[in-house]
């Protein structure tokens, strides 16, 4: 218990000293930009794909539930409204823990364990500013993008299973998700995603950037990545949907 | 009397628990070459690691020219670490960037010079080495020796002060360390830096070095200039320049 508590200050500290680094230093944009767009484009497809099939899962489950009350008419507005407050950014944000998290937790554990991080700073140069606030920041921005977009994919697998599966029409599905899919679910939903974008960012680029012990470190680092990534965005969507609620019960006095 | 370039006192480094340096003191005079040996595992690269400011003592004082690199902050340490070059053992190469662009990286970090300066720069470093042909190739592209011939550039594109070599020559032929030694020497006598290299080649250490460090048993034994090392009474010492199988330093390795 003491080493997973020691373990998150030490990430918490790291995510101060990024951020320290940000405000005192300058980035190169030109890097920033080549990592969002690296990180948008290796995970475009499979976000895109995993958002699709979690709306057209949440339509099949909602329809089994419904059709026996006949209320398949709110199908579109019900579905919708739990796939972005609750599971779509959940799942899409585990995908995005196995594919963009891992994989910058090994390339920063790779320079790390070949030593090109020691030589970074034996070159006057600091390796938190070169390496990990680039990747931080476009893993921030690209995740909230992918997310973003696995949530709008999510709605057509909806609808498109609506159709097929559950004899709901196009606009017969689309008709109630304006009436129960609230703004404030939309930006429950959308600051659930920055959240989990910013967890994601800030343990891939701490697990990579302290591996220690050769291949085999990095591939446990890749491992504790994971596995970190998703218990606290599962526990960071319990907080934020306390928050959100909380939130909302003082700004709309519900 | 010559200035430390380093000096170190009392330093002690353990890692969860085990200690690899206990209680060592040191100097290094500016302009002077310093070859470390010692068998593996005994923390000759740990040791040079330290000096070059890249892992902190758990006690003890690292001085570098007078300062103590783990005490100063800011534009101090910076200018200090600008002052010191370093060849990793395994070159340390930045993989995603092409040789000439290894080389320029230091140059662009710390220095004001003009994209076309920092590009000539480049250009005469790969040739001092002897790679200037493989500017545009990338690290995994060119062969073992030539890898480590761009580290030697990279390492002395900010003109250092302090130079360390962790074993330049390791896993090369033994033409190939020659001619990676000669070149140490060579751009050493341009530069008149201060030189510290590990190495286990005691031949290249005898090229190379004015005085010879031995790291073992969590203690350095300062062996003197190469030809009191080469006399010096110390067991381990003896056994480790004869390379006999038994000895002090065998059973202290368990008797592998």
């Known amino acids: 218990m003491m080493g997973v508590i020691s373990d998150a200050g030490k990430v918490v500290i790291f995510f101060f000293r990024i951020l320290g680094v940000w405000k005192r230093k300058s980035i190169s944009s030109q890097l920033m930009f080549e990592q969002i767009w690296k990180v948008t484009m290796q995970s475009a497809l499979t976000t895109g794909m995993a958002g699709f099939f979690v709306g057209a899962i949440m339509t099949i489950q909602f329809t089994m539930q419904m059709k026996d009350f006949g209320a398949l008419g709110y199908l579109g507005g019900l579905a919708t409204s739990t796939t972005i407050r609750e599971v779509g950014p959940l799942l899409i944000a585990f995908m995005l823990a196995g594919k963009v998290g891992a994989f910058t937790s090994a390339e920063l554990g790779t320079m790390r364990v070949t030593e090109q991080i020691d030589a970074i700073r034996c070159l006057g140069a600091d390796p938190i500013q070169e390496l990990v606030l680039p990747r931080f920041i476009a893993i921030v921005i690209s995740s909230f993008f992918l997310l973003g977009l696995g949530l709008l994919l999510s709605i057509f697998g909806g609808i498109l299973l609506g159709e097929v599966f559950s004899g709901v029409s196009f606009e017969e599905y689309l008709r109630h998700i304006p009436t129960i899919v609230s703004l404030p679910s939309i930006l429950t939903g959308l600051f659930k995603c920055f959240i989990f974008a910013v967890v994601l960012a800030v343990i891939c680029t701490y697990r990579g950037y302290t591996t220690t012990g050769g291949a085999k470190g990095v591939g446990l680092a890749v491992v504790k990545t994971a596995v970190g990534t998703m218990v606290t965005i599962v526990i960071a969507d319990w907080v934020t949907s306390l928050l959100a609620d909380i939130t909302l019960r003082a700004v709309l006095g519900t | 009397m010559a200035l430390a370039a380093i000096n170190l006192s009392e330093v002690s480094i353990s890692f969860e628990g085990n200690t690899v340096l206990h209680n060592v003191s040191l100097n290094v005079t500016e302009g002077e070459s310093v070859a470390i040996i010692g068998p ?127 074993d330049p020559t390791a896993g090369l032929d033994p033409i190939t360390s020659r001619k990676i030694i000669d070149l140490i020497l060579h751009l050493k006598s341009k530069n008149t830096s201060t030189l510290i290299a590990v190495t286990n080649d005691m031949n290249r250490a005898y090229q190379l070095a004015d005085r010879i460090w031995m790291v073992v048993d969590q203690q350095v034994i300062d062996a003197g200039t190469v030809e009191q090392t080469k006399q010096h009474k110390d067991p381990r010492i003896r056994q480790f320049i004869s390379g006999e199988i038994n000895g002090p330093l065998t059973s202290m390795a368990g008797g592998e």
Not at chain 2, 40 to 53: F, N
Not at chain 2, 109 to 120: F, G
Not at chain 2, 127 to 141: C, F, Q, R, S, T
């Open chain 2, 40 to 166: 593996s595992g005994q923390g000759k690269s740990i040791l040079l690691k330290l000096m070059a400011g890249l892992v902190p003592p758990t006690k003890g004082k690292v001085l570098v020219r007078g300062e103590n690199l783990f005490e100063i902050s800011g534009a101090r340490r910076q200018k200090l670490i600008n002052k010191i070059g370093m060849l990793f053992q395994k070159n340390a190469l930045f993989d995603s960037l092409t040789c000439g662009e290894n080389i320029a990286f230091p140059l662009r970090e710390v220095t004001e010079l003009s994209e076309k300066e920092i590009q000539k720069i480049s250009e005469e470093f790969l040739a001092a080495v002897g790679i200037g042909h493989a500017k545009n190739l990338y690290p995994d592209e060119i062969s073992g020796g030539m890898q480590k011939r761009l580290g030697i550039a990279r390492a002395l594109a900010l003109h250092p002060e302090l130079i360390f070599y962790d």
